[in-house]
């Protein structure tokens, strides 16, 4: 059903499309477009990525008993991994359902208390956000002039410029997250 609305809303777009680009109608099908993209597709780079979504799957998996065996409960690595991609196609259906379904499946297939499976996945989803949080960081202070002449060609920066390039702002923000990444690390002797 999604998937038909979502074609429905496609293919309208497209059509619109195709009248701006002055292509008839009946040339204009976005089936056949979808077929001919398929056909010329460089599978090469779609196994590529499938490789480095499994990997990411794997790694998760892993992680994820690495959180559980403190608990005193030794999981298997397959079914892990099959948990964390049955979350992934319950968050198709209904997003962040994923969490909930996994954790009762964990608790179904390996016996592990569902309250101790809930925890392990919220510190799972806190080590994505730092995560992130880092690669976003990182990339800011990689490719800032970037991020910066993309920003500037799209919106209306102008007002700001003065604010955003100033390194005071830069270091303040730098030391922030200096110091919310210590406090994360000793946050058990600072809770004392």
């Known amino acids: 059903m999604i ?7 496609l293919n309208t777009g497209y059509q619109a499309q195709c009248k701006l680009d002055g292509i008839p109608e009946a040339e204009c099908s976005l089936m056949d477009k979808v077929i001919h993209d398929f056909r010329n597709a460089n599978f090469f780079w779609i196994l590529i990525v499938l490789g480095c979504f499994t990997l990411s799957n794997i790694s998760r ?17 397959f079914n892990a991994f099959f948990m964390v991609m049955l979350g992934y196609f319950a968050n198709l259906g209904l997003p962040r359902m994923g969490e909930i379904i996994r954790s009762g499946a964990m608790t179904k297939y390996e016996g592990v208390p569902i309250e101790k499976v809930i925890g392990t996945v919220v510190v799972d989803r806190i080590l994505d956000v730092i995560c992130l949080l880092i690669v976003v960081g990182l990339s800011f202070l990689l490719a800032y002039q970037s991020i910066w002449d993309f920003l500037s060609k799209e919106m209306d920066l102008g007002k700001f410029s003065g604010i955003l390039s100033s390194p005071l702002l830069w270091g303040f923000l730098l030391v922030s997250c200096i110091l919310l990444v210590f406090m994360w690390i000793k946050r058990a002797a600072l809770m004392q």
Do not use: D, E
């Open 3 to 9: 998937l038909w609305l979502l074609y429905q809303n």
């Open 61 to 77: 998996a892993l992680r994820w008993k690495m959180l559980i065996k403190p608990l005193g409960y030794n999981i298997r690595s």
